[in-house]
């Protein structure tokens, strides 16, 4: 597996060795143990899960205040545009953001360590979207920023509104939304 650091270190592109031929493809989704190798990191996944969601359909963006989740996610079907923005006060990255496109075809995957809103955009005419948590889900914990904060200013490859959930459009600015101080190593 190759792991690349993107513009905010702590946010990692994970490309698997993927070995096909005319009768198809085969690779290791996850390896707990190569993972560990090759990211330098020792996190335990708890809880998986698979969106379906439909082209111009913006998930996000979202975090837990509390019981904090680390992402490892990637698309099996279509194509997404898959956001991490960090919010984690002091950090010298605190506010900016990094952008992958995840398609079926690349195989790519990217990590979200905790202290980071998540967030993607449906590129195809649907895509099914995995991930895996280092938490369980706690709603009462989950916080929205909105995904058009132009304190933010994420650059997202849209032609027309995207179609947002109830909680997607009460989302708030980053100024406004409960954040983590950074946990020193």
């Not at 990211?39 to 082209?55: C, E, I, M, P």
Request: charged share 20%; hydrophobic share 40%.
């Amino acid at each position: 597996m190759k792991v690349t650091p993107t513009t905010i270190p702590d946010v990692l592109i994970i490309e698997p060795k993927v070995f096909g031929d005319e009768r198809g493809f085969f690779f290791e989704s996850f390896n707990q143990k190569a993972f560990n190798e090759a990211t330098g990191l020792d996190v335990n996944f708890v809880q998986d899960n698979h969106s379906r969601s439909a082209k111009g359909v913006l998930r996000g963006l979202h975090y837990q205040v509390q019981q904090p989740q680390g992402k490892l996610v990637r698309v099996v079907r279509g194509a997404v545009f898959d956001v991490a923005v960090d919010i984690r006060q002091g950090s010298p990255t605190f506010g900016k953001w990094v952008g992958a496109e995840l398609t079926e075809g690349n195989h790519r995957q990217l990590w979200i360590p905790t202290g980071f809103a998540h967030g993607f955009l449906v590129l195809s005419e649907s895509a099914d979207f995995l991930y895996k948590t280092t938490n369980y889900y706690a709603p009462q914990h989950e916080r929205c920023i909105a995904w058009d904060d132009t304190d933010i200013g994420i650059e997202w490859p849209v032609g027309t509104q995207p179609m947002l959930s109830v909680k997607d459009l009460s989302g708030k600015r980053l100024r406004e939304a409960d954040i983590f101080a950074l946990q020193q190593p």
